[in-house]
């Protein structure tokens, strides 16, 4: 027996005071949360704060007023009620910001994905005959148009892409004689087995995609004949892959994709492009130095080129792939295709983007093309216009110059003047308080301070923006 006045029983007698759970989910009810969110989410909330107090009195702590705890559920449900999957005004100035969901779409583009989530559509069905329709044909002429391919495919994203591009073609050469026994081999430059992030790693996609990897070259320099020396009875394609998150410089050789097409014909190998960001307007006349375009890698011959649909494409998450037609309709027969494909929703977004491409629109309409195409002049103009929005907390702020970056493992190098604010104060602290504004404000921090860059704000979100920075500037 314990006496009754011993520690465990006070603590007892304590953690007894909390709130009973009925009375905590009267309280909710009242509030209207049972309808808003339904009687188990309520509960769920009611049992975690009870549980976390019961803990801490356990540990110790003091047994909070009834009206603490009620308040805090009311609390707590209320930013539930919000989701994971919040908005955010990103003024970080990283154009494709992995993190924050790549790339906002055009209006065109949300108007196409909605009406195709709201209703039936022609996805797999011909009208003229009533009879099946194709689905991977939706994107396909625009995509062939603009970049000169022989053919296209959809997939749900680039690492997919890619997958798919390795398993269909490894199974066979372009003459269609199929491998002795082992599994095929793909040749890459030891340059090139890159880790794009989030896990993607060139040498890991490989063997789930049942080929055998043969690295040829070093870090720094692969010459054509390191492929050629490499080509066994096994081979089946030669691999290239655009280093799309850093830079390689100095004594350095890389044999072209000219080069490798070269090969692949001569010996009867596909030769397979992973180019990552996949621009089809020229980056160079944008301050961003020369990235290779897909018409351009289509042009220099090679049989597949993968890229995403959601990194300078500018549109939703999807995998590209467009090449020779043999090589297309291989991908379009692999038993994955079917686990990869995409959905209504997604193709008529990507078709609604690129149709900005064939239009000559696509600067002035595809959000993240104005912002990296917007000039530092209307930047700085913008900065200033939150400075006085501001009023009196705009004193201590302070409108600088920045460097934007584009992201999403693109141009690595590469930045785009800019000006920002920036914000006084602690930046720590002053970046936790806008995370948790309403709406949520992500900076970054330079030199000490939060600076917010206008550059990845969009049209329309200055005064949400404004009125987060007040609150977190007052707080
Ligand atoms: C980004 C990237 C990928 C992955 O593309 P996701 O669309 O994110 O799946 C693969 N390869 C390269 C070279 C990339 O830059």
Redesign the pocket.
């Known amino acids: 027996m314990t006496a009754p006045n011993s520690p465990p029983a006070r603590v007892a007698t304590e953690a007894r005071k909390l709130p009973k759970g009925d009375r905590l989910l009267e309280v909710a009810d009242r509030a209207g949360w049972v309808a808003r969110v339904g009687h188990a989410a309520v509960m769920e909330r009611i049992r975690a704060v009870l549980e976390r107090h019961r803990q801490a009195v356990l540990e110790g702590a003091p047994c909070p007023a009834a009206e603490a705890v009620e308040a805090e559920v009311l609390a707590a449900l209320e930013v539930d009620a919000g989701g994971t999957l919040r908005a955010v005004v990103n003024a970080t100035g990283v154009v494709i910001h992995?993190n924050l969901g790549r790339a906002p779409l055009s209006g065109e583009t949300i108007d196409a994905m909605r009406q195709a989530a709201a209703g039936y559509l022609t996805l797999e069905y011909d009208l003229a005959t009533g009879e099946r329709g194709d689905r991977a044909a939706h994107a396909e002429a625009p995509l062939k148009r603009l970049t000169g391919a022989e053919a296209a495919v959809v997939v749900n994203?680039?690492?997919?892409a890619?997958m798919l591009a390795l398993a269909a073609l490894s199974g066979s050469r372009p003459s269609g004689e199929s491998p002795p026994d082992g599994p095929p081999e793909v040749i890459v430059s030891r340059g090139q087995l890159?880790e794009?992030?989030?896990g993607?790693r060139i040498p890991d996609v490989l063997r789930r995609s049942g080929a055998a990897l043969v690295e040829v070259g070093t870090t720094n320099r692969t010459y054509r004949r390191d492929f050629e020396e490499a080509i066994g009875p096994r081979t089946r394609l030669l691999l290239s892959?655009?280093r799309?998150?850093f830079r390689l410089e100095g004594f350095v050789h890389e044999p072209t994709l000219t080069d490798l097409v070269e090969v692949g014909r001569e010996r009867d190998l596909w030769v397979v492009e992973?180019?990552?960001?996949g621009a089809l307007l020229d980056t160079a006349a944008f301050g961003l130095g020369a990235e290779p375009t897909v018409p351009e890698r289509i042009r220099a011959g090679a049989d597949l080129v993968?890229f995403?649909?959601?990194?300078l494409l500018g549109g939703p998450?999807a995998?590209i792939l467009v090449g020779k037609r043999e090589a297309i309709a291989r991908v379009r027969r692999h038993p994955l295709m079917r686990a990869l494909r995409v959905d209504k929703v997604t193709l008529a977004g990507l078709a609604a983007t690129l149709a900005h491409y064939e239009k000559g629109e696509a600067t002035a309409r595809i959000p993240i093309w104005r912002a990296i195409a917007a000039a530092p002049v209307e930047l700085e103009a913008r900065a200033r216009r939150w400075r006085e929005a501001l009023g009196e907390l705009g004193r201590a702020c302070e409108v600088r110059e920045g460097r934007s970056a584009v992201g999403?493992?693109?141009l690595p190098e590469v930045t785009l003047a800019s000006a920002v604010l920036a914000l006084p104060g602690d930046p720590d602290a002053l970046a936790a308080r806008l995370r948790a504004g309403q709406p949520p404000v992500v900076g970054r921090i330079e030199q000490d301070r939060v600076v917010l860059d206008p550059r990845t704000v969009l049209p329309g979100e200055d005064e949400g923006l404004v009125k987060a920075v007040r609150g977190a500037l007052a707080g």
């Not at 994203?157 to 997919?160: D, I, S, V, Y």
């Open positions: 992995t994203n680039n690492a997919a890619v890159v794009i992030g989030g993607f892959v655009h799309s998150n992973d180019l990552g960001s993968c995403s649909g959601d990194k998450q995998g999403g493992g693109s």
